[in-house]
């Protein structure tokens, strides 16, 4: 219930704040999301497996973010900026996927 | 090795990579951590607390990061939308000022003519002068004109239904079978040759100086933007003007063009034309006029460089 919160708080204070984003940031915004998304389900899943652990979620949410965004960086410096932004959302993508059915699963039985 | 691992040894690089992105969904690293716990005994009260609200913390972060970037995208599309708006709002608030100061020049000109009119009829060298000028005005354009004589429309392919407006053309077809400066050019040195007295075209009256040229996609008469399709009145003998401008190697040319690039090519007779006069060249120099000064009819004025102000 709590995480539920933390959420919705978030999203509440990030559109009443609006707080400006520095401009070299900002292309990097949409990848961290899906990086996020990622960490979040990964969580998820990992609660309704029962081996859900505080410290691992918060590290791999931060690394996530931060990797996603390096690689995106990265790219964007080699010239293959798109490519890479594609790369990481597919694997990302599978693994939300992946981890939306396994919680699916879990929840309705089928 | 067992036989069941063997087929996956053959499996490409690729594949076993799908396989293992598609298979690892969940971090291995929360399997571990929960033998780790499963090691140990439970954890205390205190540090469960510190658990739920780091991850309180982090889901924060997230629907912060969420909202970060939804009102990025959302304010993006926006403040193009606006800076566009404001751009054309822009460019109509500076024309409607190009618009009335065009009106206000034409005003004032017409009170300098006036003035300059009762100045000199008072005198007959005045006079000389004043008839000389309405000439060189004449010559110059810088009058409106009315009479009949010969409308012609040239414009660019019309889009007809079997084009898809996304595709249908690429861009270098739509490039090619614009029409040019140069061929509006063609055009109106073809109703010159023809014996046009005076034309326009979109509204712009051409005068000895005034240019046709090709600035990017837009057409410049005298520096004024016209669009497609491009309306040329042209004043003269209606018959004759016709007739020879259909004779002229430049008609046929245009014809062509027409057939080959769907182009827009239509003339037609006229009764009334209204024309504009010219936007009159500047004043560069000028000298008081004397009776002993007054020049013959015919001859014109000797300008002398840095004697009269602008």
Do not use: C
């Not at chain 2, 837009?218 to 309306?231: F, G, K």
């Not at chain 2, 013959?296 to 009269?308: C, E, K, L, Q």
């Amino acid at each position: 219930m709590i995480p539920i919160l933390g959420l919705a708080v978030g999203v509440v204070l990030g559109l009443l704040l609006d707080p400006s984003v520095p401009v070299w940031l900002q292309p990097y915004l949409p990848i961290a999301v899906v990086a996020a998304l990622d960490a979040v389900f990964g969580g998820i899943r990992a609660r309704f497996d029962g081996i859900f652990d505080a410290k691992v979620f918060v590290v791999s949410f931060v690394s996530n973010v931060v990797v996603a965004a390096l690689i995106v960086f990265l790219g964007d410096q080699l010239g293959v900026g798109a490519q890479l932004s594609t790369a990481v959302v597919v694997v990302l993508g599978i693994r939300i996927f992946g981890n939306a059915a396994a919680i699916r699963r879990h929840l309705f039985r089928a | 090795m067992t036989a069941t691992q063997q087929p996956s040894r053959t499996r490409s690089l690729g594949a076993s990579l799908l396989d293992q992105v598609l298979a690892e969904t969940v971090d291995p690293a929360y399997a571990r951590a929960a033998e780790v716990r499963a090691a140990r005994p439970a954890p205390t009260r205190g540090a469960r607390w510190r658990g739920q609200a780091l991850v309180a913390v982090t889901m924060v972060l997230a629907g912060l990061l969420a909202a970060l970037t939804y009102d990025q995208a959302s304010a993006g599309s926006e403040g193009r939308q606006q800076i566009r708006a404001a751009l054309i709002a822009d460019i109509d608030r500076e024309s409607g000022v190009t618009d009335d100061l065009v009106a206000s020049l034409a005003d004032l000109q017409a009170q300098v003519g006036a003035a300059r009119d009762q100045a000199l009829s008072a005198s007959t060298g005045g006079q000389l002068a004043l008839d000389q000028l309405a000439r060189q005005e004449a010559g110059a354009a810088t009058e409106p004109v009315r009479g009949p004589g010969l409308t012609v429309t040239l414009g660019n392919a019309l889009p007809s239904a079997d084009d898809d407006p996304v595709a249908g053309r690429t861009p270098a077809d739509t490039e090619v079978a614009q029409v040019l400066d140069r061929d509006l050019q063609l055009l109106v040195n073809a109703l010159w040759s023809a014996g046009a007295e005076a034309i326009s075209v979109g509204g712009q009256r051409l005068g000895p100086t005034t240019t046709i040229r090709q600035a990017g996609g837009a057409v410049l008469v005298d520096l004024r933007p016209v669009t497609s399709p491009y309306e040329v009145l042209a004043v003269g003998d209606p018959d004759s003007l016709q007739n020879r401008f259909l004779g002229t190697p430049e008609a046929n040319y245009l014809a062509n063009l027409q057939v080959t690039y769907d182009w827009v090519f239509t003339f037609g007779r006229s009764d009334d034309l209204e024309l504009p006069g010219a936007s009159s060249t500047e004043l560069r120099s000028a000298r008081p006029v004397t009776p002993e000064d007054a020049p013959a009819p015919g001859t014109p004025t000797p300008s002398v460089p840095g004697d009269g102000g602008d």
